[in-house]
C-alpha cells in the first residue's frame, strides 16, 4: 500500500529530507519526513500511514480497500458483512469510521442512511 522512500536534497531545506508515498482513497499522497519518521516509515509503513490519519492499522487497510466508502454494518443472511453503501466514496479518514459499519442501509433498518 506505500512505496519506497525516495531522498531530496535541496539548499531551501535543512537536512536531509524523505518522500514517502502513501495510499490513500482516489489515489494518495507524498509526505515530507525528517530522518526519524523516515526511520519509522520504514519499520512499518501501513502503521505510520495509519497514525498519519488517525486511524488503527486494520481500520487504515480496510479504508484502502473501500476506497473510503462506509458500509452497512448489518449482516446477510448467511451472516457475512452487508457490502451495500451507506456513504459516498472517498470519504475522509474520520467521516469514513463515523459512518463505517455504523449505520444501516434500507434492507437493515427500513429507512435510507446514504450521507
Known amino acids: 500500500m506505500t512505496a519506497p522512500l525516495d531522498t531530496i536534497n535541496s539548499p531551501c531545506l535543512r537536512g536531509e529530507v524523505f518522500i514517502a ?7 494518495g499522497r507524498d509526505l515530507y519526513l525528517s530522518p526519524d ?7 512499518d509503513p501501513d502503521l505510520f500511514a495509519a497514525k498519519y490519519f488517525e486511524l488503527a492499522k486494520a481500520e487504515y487497510r480496510e ?3 473501500t476506497d473510503g466508502t462506509p ?5 446477510t443472511r448467511l451472516r457475512r458483512p452487508c457490502r451495500a453503501r451507506v456513504g459516498r466514496p ?3 479518514p474520520c467521516d469514513w469510521k463515523r459512518l463505517h459499519r455504523a449505520c444501516l442501509c434500507r434492507a437493515h433498518d427500513g ?5
Open 21 to 27: 508515498s502513501i495510499a490513500a482513497p482516489g489515489g
Open 63 to 65: 479504508w484502502i480497500e
Open 90 to 92: 472517498q470519504q475522509n
Open 37 to 43: 519518521e523516515a526511520a519509522r516509515f520504514d519499520a
Open 71 to 75: 458500509f452497512c454494518g448489518g449482516e
Open 111 to 115: 429507512r435510507a442512511s446514504y450521507v
